[in-house]
């Protein structure tokens, strides 16, 4: 079904995931190289790379832009040439649908010597600032306006290196940076950079396009800028999220699941969370591991933090985690000031929430859970919860989830992928379901 804004999930509960977990790459990452491709006006291949719907729009605003882009989702590669970049405004209409297609601005402005861009979209889950960025642009000699929600950045001179440490460390700003040092007279350091595993893609691609750097995935980045970055390649890293949605899934079904232990290379808190639970993790003879476990879990604690802490955008499916745990769990969101939308949705399904302020909550479990009952997706992690909450359900039980196109966004093939793992999802028509409801303790 192509349309995402009448189409709905059915998802019958009672069923284990179980099996060989695939993920693709890292949707946080290959936003980001997309943008680094376009430093140069030769050619850049982007392997692995998410086919989800985000790509789809970046790919759109790419061809916008000029820039000759051949994008193969089947294959799940990418191949930019952006030596017809010609366009300085960032289309506002497909930009606003993503957060993102901030990381343009970087390659815009550097290549044309000005860019206009609206503030970016994506998930309303709370105030994303963008000061860190627009200070670094400025003090590489940028100029930046922001007036009726749009960016518009020029700069009249060689962009210079410098110096900054970031007040919050994060991973935009960072990769930011990190492009457009890449081409500064002399050398850029940045502090308190970002240390999240992305970041180390960003610099994988910049050396293979011939930049000087080094540093990614420690609190200091050094980069010796070059005169200019040619073509280059990358096989985007593994999605840690897409992984960690999955393997909650199949704790809370039941289930198990064996991977590469790439897989979970950057997931240790999250992994230590759920071993303190009561999931198992074993590492086979054939150098994978899996993971599996069996209800009732025991009650928790977690909040979340900046990598390597608990990642933010793996709260919300932690939460639908602590359901099929025995006992209160708690749950605290440090990042964003309105990440718990999912919160009144997990109501509705019958699972015992306590608020207890706009980022903290109390889960409860053995909870009364309610058939039938249609929720709503508003954000691409917080659909993903509820997900796996309809999928925890018993046997005979069904949930019906609306507004999907927001998981679609960050959970390439999510239905095949489950399906193929033993759930039972089918796609219906919101205009024609029925929702009948009953309760059932579990």
Same mark, same amino acid.
């Not at 402005?109 to 206009?116: E, F, G, P, Q, T």
């Not at 009726?148 to 020029?154: A, K, Q, V």
């Not at 859970?369 to 309809?390: D, F, H, K």
């Given at each position: ?43 850049? !291949? ?25 994008? !193969? ?46 503030? /970016? ?47 919050? /460390? ?60 040619? &073509? ?63 209800? /009732? ?52 399904? &019958? ?85 009948? !409801? ?5």
């Amino acid at each position: 079904m192509n349309n995402m804004s009448k189409a709905m999930l059915c998802v019958e509960g009672g069923y284990a995931l179980k099996g060989e977990m695939q993920v693709s790459g890292a949707k946080n990452s290959a936003l980001f190289l997309v943008a680094a491709a376009l430093m140069t006006d030769e050619q850049v !291949t982007l392997g692995n790379m998410p086919a989800i719907t985000d790509i789809d729009i970046l790919h759109e605003i790419l061809l916008d832009l000029g820039i000759h882009s051949l994008w !193969t989702p089947s294959e799940n590669r990418m191949v930019i040439e952006a030596r017809q970049l010609s366009n300085s405004v960032v289309n506002s209409k497909l930009s606003r649908k993503l957060r993102g297609s901030i990381a343009l601005a970087c390659p815009v402005l550097y290549r044309l010597n000005r860019c206009i861009i609206p503030y /970016p979209g994506g998930d309303m889950i709370g105030k994303r600032p963008l000061d860190e960025m627009m200070r670094g642009i400025e003090m590489m000699g940028g100029d930046v306006e922001f007036a009726e929600g749009l960016f518009s950045i020029r700069i009249d001179r060689p962009l210079k290196a410098i110096e900054m440490e970031l007040e919050y /460390p994060s991973h935009t700003a960072t990769m930011a940076l990190m492009m457009l040092g890449a081409v500064s007279e002399g050398r850029t350091v940045i502090t308190n950079a970002a240390l999240e595993p992305e970041v180390i893609d960003m610099q994988e691609l910049l050396l293979s396009m011939g930049a000087v750097m080094s540093g990614a995935g420690t609190d200091k980045i050094v980069i010796d800028g070059v005169p200019k970055l040619r &073509g280059g390649s990358i096989e985007v890293m593994p999605d840690r999220l897409q992984v960690g949605t999955y393997i909650m899934g199949a704790l809370m079904t039941d289930g198990h699941l064996k991977m590469p232990t790439s897989y979970v290379e950057h997931l240790d808190k999250v992994l230590d969370l759920l071993m303190e639970a009561g999931a198992t993790c074993i590492k086979e003879s054939d150098g994978q591991i899996s993971i599996g476990g069996h209800r /009732p879990y025991k009650a928790i604690r977690f909040e979340t933090e900046p990598y390597p802490g608990f990642p933010t955008d793996l709260q919300s499916p932690m939460m639908a985690f602590l359901s099929v745990c025995k006992g209160t769990s708690y749950a605290k969101e440090n990042i964003f000031e309105n990440r718990l939308l999912h919160i009144k949705e997990f109501k509705k399904m &019958g699972i015992k929430v306590e608020i207890l302020s706009e980022r903290e909550v109390l889960i409860s479990g053995p909870n009364e859970y309610i058939s039938g009952t249609t929720v709503n997706a508003e954000e691409i992690r917080g659909g993903a919860a509820l997900l796996l909450c309809a999928l925890s359900m018993p046997l005979g039980y069904k949930t019906y989830i609306s507004n999907i196109g927001h998981i679609m966004r960050g959970y390439p093939s999510i239905v095949d992928t489950l399906c193929k793992l033993g759930a039972k999802i089918s796609f219906e028509d919101s205009e024609t379901s029925e929702t009948p !409801t009953q309760t059932l303790k579990v």
